[in-house]
């Protein structure tokens, strides 16, 4: 019997017990291959704390306590700590990370052999697997998601380590055709890139009565939910300015982020904020629920790859809003899955009336992602890594 594929995932952006959905999509699609008899699967995601004093400030004071080692949801993960510079030290993280977690990855190495390091961020993720691939002789693959390519792919120091990074993997996949397209500009060879959808869960994010489900949540009116992270790229301002036009509109923010007190704040201005709610962090189960309540999702972000939040919403029935980013138009193929619209106020509220005023079937809405599922997913991915591996 052939031996397991023996895989070192490589993810600076994972789940941990600060933050149990920081990453959630990445740990899923990592079960989901874990899962599968013919993988061995090991887990290191590197976790960057600033040199003393920074480090006992009070935003670092949770991460300093994540468990070095440990199973997570069955899966073998370990943490090892690298040194953070804050805010300058961006183009000095994948050799940071590298040379910190060497040790270990050496150790594991002599213990079980890898045959292959599956980077799960382009950066700094790739650059550093490409660090580690060469000191252990091992090919690796890279995975862009979004972020990674749009906002590190701009500064000069970084995007020269991901070309490097680049040329060397054995493969490279991008979650959507967009940001393939958006790799290949960037200076990247297209024939290295697979696109890999992301999965879903499609027994968790179902359509639901939302008459009964909205009067638990004790909503009388439109019912709006915008789940990501509280930050600029994601455009949330938009949405709450765009609340001014629906009187009766609750907005439900699903995520945390540096800009949430900016936003409570406008929301006050506006006289908007008792038909706000911000949830925090949101458990997937609840994020389900909540999502299919809701009438609309609305996320016009200045960039994606292509957002679970998108995909999680049309399984739920739930029409969206979304801007021109990424991967829009490989799900937005129809008027039932919601509109496609520039990143304004105005564009925001014409298409959100729209939809109220001829709300689409459930159904219909759902069918634009029945291709999506963490059992393809993991089909595909398991496929190229064993290509990488030369595993065929």
Known sequence: MTRPLNILTLSTLFPNASAPQFGIFVERQTAELASRPETHLTVINPIGLPPWPLNRHKKYHALRTVAEHETWHELDIYRPRFMLIPKIGGSSNPRRIANAILPLVRKLHDQKPFDVIDAEFFYPDGPAAMRLAAALDIPFTI??????????GSDQQCRDQMLQAAQKASALLAVSDALKRDMIT?????????????GLDQDRFVPVDRVPAKQQLSVNGPLFISTGALIHRKNQDLVIRAMTSFPHATLMLAGRGEEEQSYRALAK????????RFLGSVSHDELAHLTAAADIAILVSKSEGLAN?????????TPVIISEAGGARELVTSPDAGRIVPQTVEAIVEAARAILAQPP???LVRSSVSRF???NNGDQLLAILRQAAGKR
């Open 361 to 363: 079937d459930q159904l």
């Open 309 to 317: 939040a998108w995909v999680e919403a049309l399984a739920c029935g």
């Open 186 to 198: 960037l200076g990247m060879d297209g024939s290295k890139i697979s696109v890999h959808y992301t």
């Open 373 to 375: 599922s963490w059992n």
């Open 269 to 276: 201005q506006l006289d908007v904020a008792e038909r706000i």
């Open 143 to 152: 995975k862009a998601r979004g972020a990674d390519i749009h906002h590190w």
